[in-house]
């Protein structure tokens, strides 16, 4: 016992305590297009939580005596052809691409991790009829998939979240379960059974931590892609409905007046593609910092 | 090869029966009769209860599946309410405007696509990269709605270089194929790029050059074979999903395809053609994925010997 | 034109640097050494003690613009290489010096067949047509000792065991009968009985083609059995140089005596369980401790030892040591390091 | 002698690769093929074998972690290969295993502590303060300060995680532990102090080892008994200066002769090599499946396959023509 | 498919070649929103420019001046109609011959009619044979004919109403009353209509080729009975996208751009040097309207339904939304119809409405929702949202409830609907196509109005059996102020001028009477 307790004389005392979180931030912030995504977000995050404090205009004001005015000072970018300032509607639409880039994503994420877990970890019959499921989901074209929800259920902004998180969670659940049948063979997932632990201990405390980092990667891509869904669907008339302000509906309305006021149509296409871009900014940050085997 | 294929078939068949149920219900318990939007205005409540009963809509829904599901087998995927005609037709019909434009599109990603994503994974973190990574990224990151609209804009009615919309020959489809393979590019290049970067990480690659082979001939010979494999694998699928997903692109330059198709019936409430084109699309992404997992197998010695040892 | 000292190689002064994030690593320091001709080199050390990148740094194949290699002198029977343009090494690669990996399984393209593999130096460095460097190859097979050379050509590498993959790489090396070898533990992921086979291999090449072989290990058992010269190696320098006889007999490095003790001998007979070990771990490269950098670790340490970077001492003819031990008196006061 | 702690009779463990529902059956690998073996208390049994030998797999049945396919495990008389998951779960106490890869034997996402306090919460070992009392004394015991407790197991190198997987396997005090390739990983001087730890703690807490490995030198050093292993088989088993000392088994003798030697005087010594390659698991020949590399194979080893015979005095063999006889 | 890709490639180099606008065959190119599935008629019940073109009927509504028709002689050169106004005598046309070469007959008017009332056809327009005697039970599936179908001789057909209905020439007129030939529409079956190969009719232009979602080409019947049509052939674009058609008509791909698909680029073209001289336009026959359901609150309560006429300034959404190109109308009869007038104005009053609110039990407002199906034109989410804004101030809390048009057409039938716009144009010129439609027992139910009005009922019914015209239009102007401003069933909008921008080389382009944006071709002429 002498011996071997000896070796602590030339350990140090502490060790610098180093947590995960930290090291990701380390190598987050040394991406600067990250950073500048995230920078946006915030920035977005904000004027949407303060439209209405920020904006001195009515989104859903009816001014027909101020239709399709050019950009003024009054209004930075113009108004539509109700006279409702573009810009106040384009901010009150980040409120629901943000919404909808998030919460189908987290609805999606709960299920696909908890069916990949599931899946991967158990095996054989569970894992077949996950999988299939997963495999007929996947199958469905995203766009369709998702128009025949709306079809069914009707176009309203609950709706896309069950669309988006329908046509989401499948391919979660896959990757989930790549990752859990690698973890499962893991000496700590055996070191942990052969403990004793049972195994809804082990898929919740040895599984579900260690795919944290590349379910925080998936959810941040997973959101541009959720804001472009949402758009295309409300573009093609199947998503929000007026007089609600969501960007791809915004340039659906405005494409009718292209040559009259352009900006009403390529501002808030401006906004999905700045906004599409700055998550897909923070998700390769992210992915880069947390999980470099995820590369594509 | 040819064992594989088969069980590979035979694996997709529980998919696709999955696949029509789920369709089926979800297109079949929603709410609005068919008939009555077909009626419109006109609709008296005992035509519509006769039309209804000519076209066993009244029937069960699990005996309206299987009749649909064995009809679907033998190539028929029913009538569209809206336009009388046979879906199976309407579909052949549209498809090859849809592969045109597809192929077209999957062209422009490709020859875009993996130059882009080779020269920046080769001049890494140059000039070169940043700007065809950026180019990708903001490929990825348009709507396509939005860069179609621009593209009209600037190039039909700005520059008048092309027409606007139809779709009558070679001309019509450069701009829909630009906007559409320009957002797949990206994925290509992205993909090509990460691949040969993660290659010229392997072992094999540092052998090459400790057999002094040339840095060209490292990344010719060595890597982008291998780097290739992933990539010619999404290829086969995003030319599925471009044949089932340019919906949006087929709408907006007026290009009469599938997609076009499925935005019809699913305006008009044509069921039996939603149904049909939304099969249609899901069993080409299947054939996609099939074709990908035979693609990676021809291309990977690794896989293709293995699956000659299970096939013996 | 032949190296006037009768060696194949001879190093001086190599250092290599990696430039990271938090500041740059030498990660090699003041490395020299020669390889006779003919004559099977060592370098032998834990992992992390720089022995694997001292190969790298020789064939340049250190991974570029985080490593930086310098040298007073590499000379390669004649040709210089320090100063050499990344080219001109190019041309030297494969050709006048090869190397063997250590895992034969990723260090071979898996989807190419193996002969190609095996015969591209030819085409690289002599512009073979492909039935010469098929017929070539063929050859090498038969040297190497694979049995039934002509069904291997086409196969690909997972067609393959490990044993027959290594063969394959050393045909690979001596393919176009390279004046140095480097074989960068080449039987570390086989299993023993293949591992003799393998070193039994390159000991009856080294006989018939009289290759000099650099031979890069952490397993002194292969030292043993192996090597005429051996250098030992502690974070990123030469600790220790000597014959190999001398090493064994007379280990003059307190890392090489600890290292020597602390291998279980299977032939002598069980005396007692507990072993002699080597306390402490490896440093770590950029917080190298002061002074010597065995130090922490070292049961002889000295005051002198705690402030300064010890010298290499001569011990006796062509056996040195970098310990303040051995050092001479003068040396010591003086504090000017060799 | 001391009681047996671990019995296994007529182990096997079979499963099939490849082919799926519909081309054909697959596969059979014979990973283990029939062992049979005691392990006494507080003995150091190891097992010797070449990489697809079925030693790990072996190790992995006897502690339930992969169900055999046939044969049966006793712990102390016990049929533990009968009992039920929860009868399983509660006897992991005093069975445990220590594995190979420092790296990921430890769950990155988990601190030590809770690394530690994992199996003691498992198994109710008490309140939160007397695990956490537990944890510090675990550190101690491997030779680690217990203020390193809040710490991320990518903080510390090779050595020091293999003695934490070691505090883990004995949170418990158990009574029989699987050392599965414990030291292999690491370097020698490294090996050596871990190999120190294993043998301080053997004496400390009487504990039993089943110690799979393919380095014979550490046998050679740490085993009290050895048992070599050959594609599913245990073809030889004994103490382990007598094995060392005259290999009955052709294949044992090839082994012990192809291991370098740390002296370089003995290297001009006559050495038998094997020749050829190791068939695989998959595809085993006929008869003794040695016989395809045994320089001594007569007709009757390419048809019957041996068994393992008792040799007296602890020792077994499973050749038709064993060596020095 | 693989034939159709070589054609596909084929036609891109030929169109390089084509898309010359040197015409040299009077083509005119115009466009369709949509495709227009199929150019049997009695299969449709909104694309009549087919059936327009590629048809004829016995008799059919020539426009005279804007806004006005006549009902002239067509297949049928004369007829009479017995002095009960049961009995129709048409006497047919002789040697008119159908596209395929098959000579027109009284059998085949008397087979048209009948294979729209034969259950199995599934026809729509069911309802201009309403009247004919027989018709409901050939419907139902309880008669093998139609009793009042008779053909007397080759040339003659006499169809014999069950109750007098002052309105059956006017809608002999409508593109619902189309001549088929009934060997071939027999043999074409279900596919009648759906391709050139299965159409086949008496109309100035063929059918040549049909692309699903993309065009239709009709060419000129060099044998049509009033002579070959100036027009060479006809391109029909299916575009659907306004922007994308106002991009097709500036680069000089389409000759006729029609406002009514793209209203927003109204003001451009007014305002464009170059167009506004070759804006052609015309009173439109049809009115934009609120419907309002009278058996849900809060609209049972008529004060409501009248604070709800007040509260809407009708006006600015007529200037604002659609360029004041229309009038305002305050009836049940938009301007241009038969027996119209001008009708007691509706105030514009936020004030009094609040005032009638607080009246009728709802002093803080109250809330009332408008649907609106999500894949129709934006004008009517425009209208909507207009509204929606302007009702505020006078205490409506108006909230939008979107649907798909399936549910709305379901939810309407079913009564649950609150309110609605949408605009009706004249199918035929006669009072009856708006006051019937609308406010009879049957329709009031269907079209969830629920105005359950005994005295408009009977008076809808007695009108259409009248024959003295004075009176009968008298009755139906009384019935209108009574809807509108006693009963306050419906809130009439505004009847829109219907134009079109062409280009210079279209020549004899004729708004049609009824405002529709499908007409005949016939006498059109493009000339450079």
Partial sequence: MSQSAAVTNDLPEVIEEASFLRDTMRGFRKNRMAMVGLVFVCLLVFLAIFAPIISPHDPYRVALDEQLLPASTTYWLGTDNFGRDVLTRILYGARISLVVGTVPSLISLLIGTFMGILSGYMGGKTDFVIMRLADTMIAFPSLLLAMVVMYTLGANLFNIFIALALVGWAGVARVVRSQTLALKEKEFIEAARANGTSRVRIMFSHIFPNVTPTLIVLFSLSIPEAIMWESSLSFLGVGVQPPEASWGLLVAKGKEYLFQAPLVAIMPGVAILMTVLAFNFIGDGLRDALDPSMKD | ?312 | MANPSGNVLSVRELRTEFRGGRGNVRVLDDISFDVGRGRIVGLVGESGSGKSMTALSLMGLVPKPQGQVSAKSINLDGIELASISPDGLRQIRGRDMAMVFQEPMTSLNPVRKVWEQVGEPLRIHQGLGRRAIRDRVLEMFELVGIPEPKARLDAYPHQLSGGLRQRAMIAMGLICEPKLLIADEPTTALDVTTQAQILRLMQELRDRVGTSIIMITHDLGIIAEMCDEVNVMYAGQIVEQANVFDLFENPSHPYTRGLLASIPKSTESRIARRMPSIPGMVPNLARLPSGCRFRPRCTDAMAICQTREPAVTDLEKDHRARCWLHARQDAISQGEPL | MNEIVISARNLTKHYRVGGGTLAGQGKVVRAVDGVTLDIRERETFALVGESGCGKTTLGRIMLRLQEPSGGQISYRGQDITALDDAGMRALRKKLQIVFQDPYASLNPRMRIEDILAEPLRTHGYGSAEVIRDRCAELLDMVGLRHTYLRNYPHQFSGGQRQRIGIARALANKPDFVVCDESVSALDVSIQAQVLNLLSDLQDELKLTYFFITHDLSVVRQFADRVGVMFLGRLVEVGRTEDIFAGPLHPYTMLLISAVPRADPRQRTRERPLMTGEIPSPMNLPPGCRFHTRCPFAKDICRTHDPDLQDMGQGRAVACHFPLNS | MKNKMKLLLASGLASLVLMTPALAEQMLRISYPEDPKTADVQKTSDAYMLPLNVFDRLIEAETTSPGQSALVPGLAEKWDVSADGLVYTFHLRQGVLFHDGAELTADDVVYTFDRMLNPATKALGTDILDFVAGAHERLDGTADSVAGLKALDKYTVQITLSQPYAAFLALMASPQASIFNRAFTEAAGDQFGLSPETTNGTGPFKLESYELNDSQRLVANESYFRGRPKLDSILVRVVSDSETLRLLFETDELDVFDLDYAVSQTPYFYGSDQWKDLIRTGPRVGMYYYHINQANKPFDDVRVRKAFQMAINRQEILDKNFYGKGVLENGVMPRGLTCYEPATPIEFNPAKAKELLAEAGYPDGVEIKLAQVSSWSSKWSDMNQIIQAQAAEAGFKVSIDTMDEAAYFDKRKAGVIDNYTQSWSADFNDPDNFFYTFFSKSGTAVRAFNNNDPVVFEALDKARGMSDAEARCALYREMGEKIVQEDAAWVPMFSLDHSYVVQPRVKNFVVPWNGWSDMNYYKMEIAE
């Fill in chain 2, 1 to 312: 090869m040819l064992m594989f294929t088969v069980r590979r078939i035979l694996v997709s068949i529980p998919v696709l029966i999955g696949i029509t149920a789920i369709l089926f219900v979800m297109l079949n318990v929603v709410p609005g009769d068919p008939i009555a939007l077909l009626m419109k205005e006109h609709a008296s409540p005992d035509v519509i209860e006769r039309v209804r009963a000519q076209m066993h809509l009244d029937d069960p829904l699990i005996t309206r599946y299987f009749r649909f599901l064995f009809a679907a087998l033998q190539g028929d995927l029913g009538t569209s309410i809206k336009l009388n005609r046979s879906v199976t037709t309407l579909i052949m019909n549209a498809f090859p405007n849809t592969l045109y434009l597809a192929g077209c599109a999957a062209l422009v990603s490709w020859v875009i696509g993996i130059p882009a994503g080779i020269l920046s994974a080769v001049r890494r973190d140059s000039f070169v990269d940043h700007f065809f990574m950026g180019f990708s990224l903001l490929g990825v990151s348009m709507p396509i709605f939005w860069s179609a609209l621009l593209m009209q804009y600037i190039f039909a009615v700005q520059l008048k270089w092309l027409p606007v919309a139809g779709f009558y020959g070679f001309e019509y489809v450069i701009l829909p194929a630009i906007v559409l393979g320009w957002s797949s590019a990206g994925v290509i290049a992205r993909l090509t790029r990460s691949s040969l970067l993660e290659v010229m990480r392997h072992d094999y690659i540092r052998t090459a050059r400790a057999k002094g082979a040339r840095e060209i001939s490292v990344i010719s010979r060595h890597a982008l074979k291998n780097a290739l494999i992933p990539v010619v694998t999404i290829m086969a699928i995003q030319v599925a999903s471009l044949l089932s997903g340019a919906v949006i692109t087929e709408a907006i330059f007026g290009i009469p395809g599938v997609g076009r198709i499925s935005i019809n019936a699913i305006q008009a409430r044509d069921m039996p053609l939603l149904q049909g084109s939304v099969l249609f699309a899901t069993v080409l992404v299947i054939l996609g994925n099939l074709v990908a997992d035979i693609l990676y197998s021809v291309l990977d010695p690794r896989i293709r010997s293995q699956m000659r040892k299970d096939a013996r």
